[in-house]
Nanobody, 127 residues
Framework: VQLQASGGGLVQAGGSLRLSCAAS????????IGWFRQAPGREREWVSG????????AYAESVRGRFTISRDNAKTTVYLQMNNLKPEDTAVYYC?????????????????????WGQGTQVTVSS
């Protein structure tokens, strides 16, 4: 499985960015793609996830209502639309692949469920 994250950049507070995660080489029919982020000096945290089975989505409380995860029809690219960005959103954002994901949305937040990770893209929000 290969994952390529892109779309990061520098934006002012209140602005928007759209991240993309191009994925290939899937090893299972049902899987999930998750977005995580890691700020300097902080642990990696889950941001959002989407199921391949039915497109069900989930969000961390800190981004709900501001971020939207989606996928293209071919299911090869997952997007993270980030609106109303805040300085605390500054981090390296990673997409990751969760093999054999069923329906338990709560498991999307567990980074240990993800076997494959992209290289990360930097998002910097200035105040």
């Amino acid at each position: 499985v290969q994952l390529q994250a892109s779309g990061g950049g520098l934006v002012q507070a209140g602005g928007s960015l759209r991240l993309s995660c191009a994925a290939s080489g899937f090893t299972s029919v049902y899987y999930a793609i998750g977005w995580f982020r890691q700020a300097p000096g902080r642990e990696r945290e889950w941001v959002s996830g989407i199921s391949s089975r039915d497109g069900t989505t989930a969000y961390a409380e800190s981004v709900r209502g501001r971020f939207t995860i989606s996928r293209d029809n071919a299911k090869t690219t997952v997007y993270l639309q980030m609106n109303n960005l805040k300085p605390e959103d500054t981090a390296v954002y990673y997409c990751a692949y969760y093999e054999n994901f069923d329906r338990e949305l709560v498991l999307l937040a567990s980074q240990y469920k993800y076997a494959y990770w992209g290289q990360g893209t930097q998002v910097t929000v200035s105040s």
